[in-house]
């Protein structure tokens, strides 16, 4: 499954230079991941409320080339991996058909009290 989540940069995304300020590229891939899971029916508030919750376990990252205060840019998000407890994503930041920003992001589902526990059936179906 790959979802396309669109992106403008606005003011408050630049640094002094006028480019993205590199922490912002996080951000703008979280709420490409949290629309995914949306758009696949899951409801996290509800996973919340039964004690239930995503975490990211780790991010490596590569930047490619700078964004741009008014860009037009589009996240790109695909499952690569899903095990019991976990699943791994590919995430790529365009501007048209430049690849601007890459990450390989792992997600873990756990309680409250940071255990693990097993994915929904709509996450595992999800790969």
């Known amino acids: 499954m790959t979802h396309r989540w669109p992106i403008r940069v606005y003011y408050e995304d630049v640094d ?15 709420r490409a991941r949290s629309e995914m899971v949306r758009a696949a029916g899951i ?21 490619l080339a700078p964004a741009r205060y008014d860009d037009d840019l589009v996240v790109e998000t695909a499952l690569t991996r899903v095990t019991g407890a976990r699943f791994e994503m590919a995430q790529t930041v ?14 873990v589902f756990m309680d409250l009290d940071g255990r693990p526990k097993r994915l929904p059936p709509e996450v595992a179906a999800m790969g």
Request: net charge neutral.
């Open 43 to 63: 409801d996290q508030a509800a996973l919340r409320e039964a004690g239930r919750v995503f975490a990211v376990s780790r991010v490596e990252a590569d930047y």
């Open 16 to 30: 002094l230079a006028g480019i993205v300020y590199y922490a912002n590229y996080l951000r703008f891939i979280e």
């Open 94 to 107: 365009f501007r048209g058909e430049t690849a601007l920003f890459r990450a390989q992001v792992t997600i």
